[in-house]
């Protein structure tokens, strides 16, 4: 018997002659991930990959689950394709599930099983019979609930073994990092751009954050919040970096020369402006956002089409159709809702005037624009950069 983690990944496998470069790329997170055991191997299956040699077990799953592409982590047990073998590993699941349930005494279980081996004499319901059989006569006080059990043991037979496991981690799923190309995300201190930024990832884009710091005007505390909500994102992408840009001389020259209802509109231009050259430093393809359509004055359709305007690249918004109360929800699932709330402002919501324009026209935000050095000041903000690995 040998003991291993079991990875499963579901929308790659449905993908036809590419679908080695999906799997390339989710196992060079996994290795990532894993590098830090030495001895730890993989060892890739169809749907499957299992880790072998990796202690720490909880923190482990905990961080595989966090990797896009992946479906689910189970602590697992691998025997031989031999039904007695498989009938005692079974029981052995068994009394590990209850030790997780703190050993109530009205546990109950279901065995379901998958044979991939066709030539294994058993059928899956036969299999699933002999394992049930085999957990009832160990005396463990355990009765059968097809419909609602405590857990569920799990055995899958295939070529290269039997897999039994009765606890599993669900993952974010989607496709593994790297596999839709690279793109910047617009990272502020609020609830939305996290998210935007979790779900890009989600599918599949490698990520690198920009977040524009406006000191004195918004103070270290923002700037420190930002850097917390990264590093929580990092658990999906540990090599996501964090490019600070630092944008007061752009605000200030903005409060100072354009008219006050089209300041945020010009502002996001400027912002575009900067993410683009950033966009062609580092490769990305696309910029995201967390824009919601209609949330704010600048959210509206002819507001974004005339800030996009500057964007060399497309710009992405994953949030565009969310309730807030969606975008909330996932914000506590992936662990950024707290730090979002934190009471310190970004230079966004600090320069918001009162009768923002909603519906702005191109040819008078250029208008207004002319006052402003654009090329000197996007060339020195993207000179200024700063960039945070860890």
């Known amino acids: 018997m040998e003991e291993l983690l079991l990875v499963k990944y579901g929308e790659i496998s449905l993908k036809g002659k590419n679908r080695y470069q999906f799997e390339a790329a989710l196992m060079d997170h996994i290795r990532f991930v894993v590098g830090e055991y030495p001895g730890a191997r993989l060892e890739k299956a169809y749907g499957r990959v299992y880790i072998h040699s990796v202690p720490g077990e909880r923190n482990v799953l905990r961080r595989l689950a966090k990797i896009p592409g992946i479906v689910a982590v189970a602590p697992a047990l691998r025997v031989e394709n031999e039904i007695i073998k498989i009938r005692d590993v079974a029981v052995e699941a068994a009394k590990r599930a209850l030790e997780m349930l703190d050993g109530t005494s009205t546990a109950t279980f279901k065995a379901e099983s998958r044979r991939s081996l066709k030539s294994f004499p058993l059928t899956s319901p036969q299999i699933s019979h002999e394992v049930g059989s085999a957990v009832l006569a160990a005396g463990l006080g355990l009765t059968v609930d097809v419909h609602r059990p405590s857990f569920v043991i799990n055995v899958e037979v295939r070529e290269k073994g039997t897999f039994v496991y009765w606890h599993e981690v669900r993952g974010m799923g989607g496709l593994p990092l790297g596999s839709s190309g690279r793109g910047i995300v617009l990272l502020s201190g609020g609830i939305d751009s996290p998210v935007a930024a ?4 989600k599918r599949g884009v490698a990520l690198e954050a920009l977040h524009f710091w406006s000191f004195p005007i918004t103070g270290e505390r923002a700037r420190d919040k930002v850097v917390r909500i990264w590093r929580v994102l990092k658990d999906f992408d ?38 683009t050259r950033l966009a062609e430093r580092v490769g990305a393809l696309a910029i995201f956002t967390g824009e919601n359509l209609g949330q704010v004055a600048s959210q ?59 519906k702005p026209r191109l040819e008078l935000v250029r208008d207004a624009e002319k006052a402003l050095p654009v090329d000197e000041l996007v060339e020195e903000c993207v000179r200024g950069i700063e960039t945070l690995e860890r």
């Open 198 to 201: 979790y779900l890009a990832m």
């Open 238 to 275: 540990p090599q996501m970096r964090l490019h600070i840009a630092h944008f007061t001389k752009i605000q200030t020259a903005i409060m100072e020369s354009c008219p006050e209802k089209y300041r945020v509109t010009v502002m996001r231009r400027m912002m575009m402006r900067v993410s």
């Open 300 to 358: 509206t359709l002819e507001s974004m089409a005339v800030i996009e305007d500057t964007a060399g690249v497309p710009v992405l918004r994953p949030l565009l159709t969310y309730d807030k109360r969606e975008t909330v929800e996932i914000a506590e699932r992936i662990g950024t809702y707290e730090l979002s709330c934190l009471p310190y402002e970004d230079c966004c919501t600090v320069f918001v005037p009162k009768h923002p324009v909603t």
